[in-house]
């Protein structure tokens, strides 16, 4: 008879805690939809803000225009010092391109004087001297090497005077006014520039 009592004391209780949970579970309810309907759309139109933030959107905004503002210059100074990387390698082409072209300069300047014994011996041979035709084709191949290295002959017989090109030692009265007449010393240029100015005389 006692367990009996007993057991219906434990069942007694056990009857306010269910009564307990279920008062948990309509406060976690009641919770729930107070939550909701604080982050409603609708009933929060944007005049108050659910939650309140601190943020400074034109600080924000500044930054990202001071961010914009380096990046630009940072892409200008690269771009600048592309540019003049750029122009060193090409100037240092052309003087490599120039020092090639005029390294034999005065070695070819030596040489004319060579040419111009040649021709000598040539104009003040005779006809009958066995010799000359070798002259003839040592000349004709030291000016065939020359060509070949960018040494062209300067010959104004004709032309007008070119103090540029030219070097005037005397009056020809055969020659027009201005134009070159008697050549006395051929003039030379390598690869465009004047090596050595013709000596000639001009009509006046």
Do not use: C, W
Not at 56 to 70: N, V, Y
Not at 176 to 194: F, H, I, M, P
């Amino acid at each position: 008879m006692n367990e009996q009592n007993n057991n219906h004391e434990n069942i007694d209780q056990n009857v306010p805690h269910d009564n307990v949970s279920h008062d948990n579970v309509e406060h976690d309810d009641s919770i729930l939809k107070e939550t909701l309907e604080e982050f409603n759309p609708q009933q929060n139109s944007g005049e108050e803000s659910t939650i309140e933030n601190d943020i400074d959107l034109d600080t924000f905004k500044a930054r990202i225009a001071e961010l914009e503002g380096e990046v630009k210059q940072a892409k200008e100074g690269t771009a600048r010092a592309n540019a003049e990387a750029y122009n060193a390698q090409k100037r240092m082409e052309q003087e490599a391109d120039k020092s090639k072209k005029f390294a034999l300069q005065k070695f070819a300047k030596e040489l004319l004087e060579v040419v111009d014994n040649l021709e000598r011996a040539i104009e003040n041979a005779h006809a009958d001297d066995p010799v000359i035709e070798g002259v003839r084709l040592t000349h004709k191949a030291l000016l065939d090497v020359l060509n070949k290295n960018g040494v062209e002959v300067v010959e104004p017989q004709g032309e007008k005077f070119n103090a540029d090109l030219h070097e005037a030692v005397g009056i020809d009265p055969e020659a027009e006014a201005d134009t070159v007449g008697t050549v006395l010393q051929k003039g030379y240029s390598l690869n465009g520039r004047l090596l050595r100015p013709a000596m000639v005389r001009v009509g006046q």
